[in-house]
């Protein structure tokens, strides 16, 4: 018998409609999870912050002081070993002061040239892990405190990614 | 002649490969602006450099006639503090919630279970029978709970409280119901600590009204509700806003009234302070200074 040849058929286009569902979703998730207003606040790595209802958004960039279970860290410069801090019975962390304080100089200053009050309270946000005790948190927010950094903030989670 | 019947033809498909190029670009696009994880800050209130006191004058008489309110946490309970004098100690059992990677489900131990594991080299274990890791362990704790407890004494262990709650997701906690007398819908556990929930305590039906401390947030359950709703040990943190709530609405004519001083030893985690700082701008507080027990 002779070896019947299969016939190929037509050439099938390549149906990009199921493609197209799958893209029509992924869109729609990302607008639902779109944030156009940009985020002036990221967090810090080797941290876990704590869950808050507050929904409260820094309105400017501010200094960012980080304490994770290593170090404390500012403006992504490793300052001084949380353990340190942990460790020392005075109240004011003096490595990290002595940044702070150079910091908050170089804004008045810069306040002063741009003609705005050079007076008026630093304004900070502390990126702490939520499983730091009291005492560090304490000592690098009265630290804050001494350097003219008055106005604190502590950074936080919104409760269920922030959705209603 | 025959007439010729026409063929019907092929539906043609639209071209999609425009919209396919425009979805193309779109998508990396939202992808960068995406936010999953919002944050948020919490404000706390610390006094100007001018107006901190440096010498070693003995501080003001106290205002008599100010509420002077402060909430202090320790590692067995909380209490508030007003005019010199305390309202009765919120006991609680800490609880740690872990999500465990391997089966994504979430396991409640208590902190002295999780520690004794670790010390005996294994990490906190999951429902699959699967451990954590005991070096990592800390960075998987989803959640801090603290559990009211119910005492009779001092030397009384107490009993873990049981309270319905509404829930969005299967099986955590969201806000505790309370009735129509502003009282929690509650009662003490069975057992040993009162870890077996109390039969006495159903949950309520559809139809029922109910409310949250929320303000005005009475409601009939609707049937959807009333299903997902869950028995689960009522929080401290719950008990503390309850009285908050009252404390604010009562003392609303005093000059502090939107003050408080939250106060935790050295040992407190940071999480327990921002939940407290968090139920205490819910009850209107919108002054929150912080300060360290016996310091």
Same mark, same amino acid.
């Given at each position: 018998?002779?070896?019947?040849?299969?016939?190929?058929?037509?050439?099938?286009?390549?149906?990009?409609?199921?493609?197209?569902?799958?893209?029509?979703?992924?869109?729609?998730?990302?607008?639902?999870?779109?944030?156009?207003?940009?985020?002036?606040?990221?967090?810090?790595?080797?941290?876990?912050?704590?869950?808050?209802?507050?929904?409260?958004?820094?309105?400017?960039?501010?200094?960012?002081?980080?304490?994770?279970?290593?170090?404390?860290?500012?403006?992504?410069?490793?300052?001084?070993?949380?353990?340190?801090?942990?460790?020392?019975?005075?109240?004011?962390?003096?490595?990290?002061?002595?940044?702070?304080?150079?910091?908050?100089?170089?804004?008045?200053?810069?306040?002063?040239?741009?003609?705005?009050?050079?007076?008026?309270?630093?304004?900070?946000?502390?990126?702490?892990?939520?499983?730091?005790?009291?005492?560090?948190?304490?000592?690098?927010?009265?630290?804050?405190?001494?350097?003219?950094?008055?106005?604190?903030?502590?950074?936080?989670?919104?409760?269920?990614?922030?959705?209603? | 002649?025959?007439?010729?019947?026409?063929?019907?033809?092929?539906?043609?498909?639209?071209?999609?490969?425009?919209?396919?190029?425009?979805?193309?670009?779109?998508?990396?696009?939202?992808?960068?602006?995406?936010?999953?994880?919002?944050?948020?800050?919490?404000?706390?209130?610390?006094?100007?450099?001018?107006?901190?006191?440096?010498?070693?004058?003995?501080?003001?008489?106290?205002?008599?006639?100010?509420?002077?309110?402060?909430?202090?946490?320790?590692?067995?309970?909380?209490?508030?503090?007003?005019?010199?004098?305390?309202?009765?100690?919120?006991?609680?059992?800490?609880?740690?919630?872990?999500?465990?990677?391997?089966?994504?489900?979430?396991?409640?131990?208590? /902190?002295?279970? +999780?520690?004794? @594991? =670790?010390? %005996?080299?294994?990490?906190?274990?999951?429902? &699959?029978?699967?451990?954590? #890791?005991?070096?990592?362990?800390?960075?998987?704790?989803?959640?801090?709970?603290?559990?009211?407890?119910?005492?009779?004494?001092?030397?009384? /262990?107490?009993? +873990?409280?049981? @309270? =319905?709650? %509404?829930?969005?997701?299967?099986?955590?906690? &969201?806000?505790?119901?309370? #009735?129509?007398?502003?009282?929690?819908?509650?009662?003490?556990?069975?057992?040993?600590?009162?870890?077996?929930?109390?039969?006495?305590?159903?949950?309520?039906?559809?139809?029922?009204?109910?409310?949250?401390?929320?303000?005005?947030?009475?409601?009939?359950?609707?049937?959807?509700?009333?299903?997902?709703?869950?028995?689960?040990?009522?929080?401290?943190?719950?008990?503390?806003?309850?009285?908050?709530?009252?404390?604010?609405?009562?003392?609303?004519?005093?000059?502090?009234?939107?003050?408080?001083?939250?106060?935790?030893?050295?040992?407190?985690?940071?999480?327990?302070?921002?939940?407290?700082?968090?139920?205490?701008?819910?009850?209107?507080?919108?002054?929150?200074?912080?300060?360290?027990?016996?310091?």
């Amino acid at each position: 018998m002779a070896r019947r040849t299969r016939k190929f058929s037509e050439d099938v286009p390549f149906s990009l409609t199921s493609m197209m569902d799958m893209m029509t979703i992924i869109l729609v998730f990302m607008i639902k999870n779109l944030d156009a207003e940009g985020q002036l606040l990221t967090q810090a790595e080797n941290l876990i912050l704590p869950v808050s209802t507050s929904k409260i958004q820094p309105k400017e960039v501010a200094l960012t002081v980080v304490v994770d279970n290593n170090y404390v860290v500012v403006d992504n410069a490793k300052i001084v070993p949380t353990e340190d801090v942990l460790k020392q019975e005075d109240l004011l962390v003096t490595k990290v002061d002595s940044v702070l304080k150079e910091r908050r100089a170089t804004e008045q200053e810069h306040a002063l040239k741009m003609g705005l009050p050079a007076d008026e309270a630093g304004n900070i946000i502390v990126q702490i892990d939520k499983n730091i005790p009291y005492d560090a948190m304490y000592k690098v927010m009265a630290t804050c405190g001494f350097s003219g950094y008055t106005h604190i903030a502590f950074a936080v989670m919104q409760k269920n990614g922030g959705e209603e | 002649m025959a007439r010729q019947l026409k063929k019907p033809a092929k539906p043609e498909e639209p071209d999609l490969l425009p919209a396919m190029g425009l979805f193309t670009i779109l998508i990396p696009m939202l992808l960068s602006m995406t936010a999953f994880s919002k944050l948020a800050i919490v404000e706390i209130n610390m006094p100007e450099r001018s107006m901190m006191n440096m010498t070693d004058d003995p501080p003001p008489e106290p205002d008599q006639q100010a509420l002077n309110l402060s909430l202090a946490i320790t590692p067995e309970y909380l209490v508030i503090g007003a005019r010199g004098g305390f309202q009765p100690n919120v006991y609680f059992k800490e609880m740690w919630t872990f999500r465990c990677k391997s089966d994504a489900q979430l396991i409640t131990h208590a /902190p002295e279970d +999780v520690k004794s @594991a =670790v010390e %005996s080299g294994h990490g906190p274990k999951c429902k &699959d029978g699967s451990e954590m #890791d005991k070096e990592k362990y800390l960075y998987e704790i989803e959640s801090i709970e603290l559990w009211a407890i119910n005492k009779e004494s001092e030397e009384d /262990p107490g009993r +873990v409280i049981w @309270a =319905v709650y %509404s829930s969005q997701s299967e099986n955590v906690p &969201d806000s505790a119901y309370v #009735d129509g007398n502003n009282a929690f819908l509650a009662a003490p556990g069975e057992g040993a600590m009162g870890l077996t929930p109390p039969p006495m305590l159903k949950k309520p039906s559809a139809g029922a009204v109910l409310a949250t401390l929320t303000p005005n947030s009475a409601r009939t359950l609707k049937p959807d509700v009333a299903a997902k709703n869950i028995i689960y040990p009522l929080s401290a943190y719950d008990l503390i806003a309850k009285d908050l709530i009252q404390i604010h609405t009562q003392f609303i004519d005093l000059e502090d009234v939107d003050n408080i001083i939250i106060v935790a030893n050295d040992d407190t985690q940071f999480d327990k302070i921002i939940q407290l700082m968090d139920r205490a701008k819910e009850a209107g507080f919108s002054k929150i200074n912080l300060a360290k027990l016996g310091g």
